[in-house]
Antibody, heavy 116, light 111 residues
Framework: QVQLVESGGGVVQPGRSLRLSCAAS????????MYWVRQAPGKGLEWVAL????????YYADSVKGRFTISRDNFENMLYLQLNSLRPDDTAVYYC?????????WGQGTLVTVSS | DVVLTQSPLSLPVTLGQPASISCRST???????????LNWLQQRPGQSPRRLIY???NRDSGVPDRFSGSGSGTDFTLEISRVEAEDVGVYYC????????FGQGTKLEIK
């Protein structure tokens, strides 16, 4: 069965950086696009980034463009999100997702708190 | 951007009674591949989202048959025939036809 396990969240000061990881299993990772979605405390869901199956295509929400970078390692079945120049409004649970077009698979999320 | 508008945003329901959530899109959600990528997610308190319904009306494995989805084009509905205590949570419609956007969420509670 599909499993997505995020890690790397924590408390960070504004302007600092953080790297999130997502370990994927239960499907042929290298064959699929992958996604990050976030949810601010008590708020709704927001798509953040998409990476194509081979890593050649990367797309971002306007709210994170130029600050966040998505990447992947198809040998290790890992997805990453590098968060730079963090702001308080980046505080959220960050979910790794697979087959987001159909809303199919979600990890348990990792909480990022940006606060001084 | 495609905007999804859900109503109501708060839904108090008596146990055993039906419930209905509407989701309206600012544009048709029919993808160029012919599929309509309108999905319904359930998020129970403290949990990550879980898909209930995909491509308008297809129920996921393990989802009780009291949940059903319908609609076309820009108007969609999630219906629960008889609400149970385990249905408490927030329900989101989401679309994957033109990038990815989500409705604001509908909070279902037991009256």
């Amino acid at each position: 069965q599909v499993q997505l396990v995020e890690s790397g969240g924590g408390v960070v000061q504004p302007g600092r950086s953080l790297r999130l990881s997502c370990a994927a299993s239960g499907f042929t990772f290298s064959a699929y696009d992958m996604y990050w979605v976030r949810q601010a405390p008590g708020k709704g869901l927001e798509w953040v980034a998409l990476i194509s199956n081979d890593g050649s295509g990367k797309y971002y929400a306007d709210s994170v463009k130029g600050r966040f970078t998505i990447s992947r390692d198809n040998f290790e079945n890992m997805l990453y999100l590098q968060l730079n120049s963090l702001r308080p409004d980046d505080t959220a649970v960050y979910y790794c997702a697979h087959d987001l077009k159909s809303g199919a698979y979600w990890g348990q999320g990792t909480l990022v708190t940006v606060s001084s | 951007d495609v905007v999804l508008t859900q109503s109501p945003l708060s839904l108090p329901v008596t146990l055993g009674q039906p419930a209905s959530i509407s989701c309206r899109s600012t544009q048709s959600l029919v993808h160029t591949d012919g599929n309509t990528y309108l999905n319904w997610l359930q998020q129970r308190p403290g949990q990550s989202p879980r898909r209930l319904i995909y491509k308008v009306s297809n129920r996921d494995s393990g989802v009780p048959d009291r949940f059903s989805g319908s609609g076309s084009g820009t108007d969609f509905t999630l219906e629960i025939s008889r609400v149970e205590a385990e249905d408490v949570g927030v329900y989101y419609c989401m679309q994957g036809a033109y990038w990815y956007t989500f409705g604001q969420g509908t909070k279902l509670e037991i009256k």
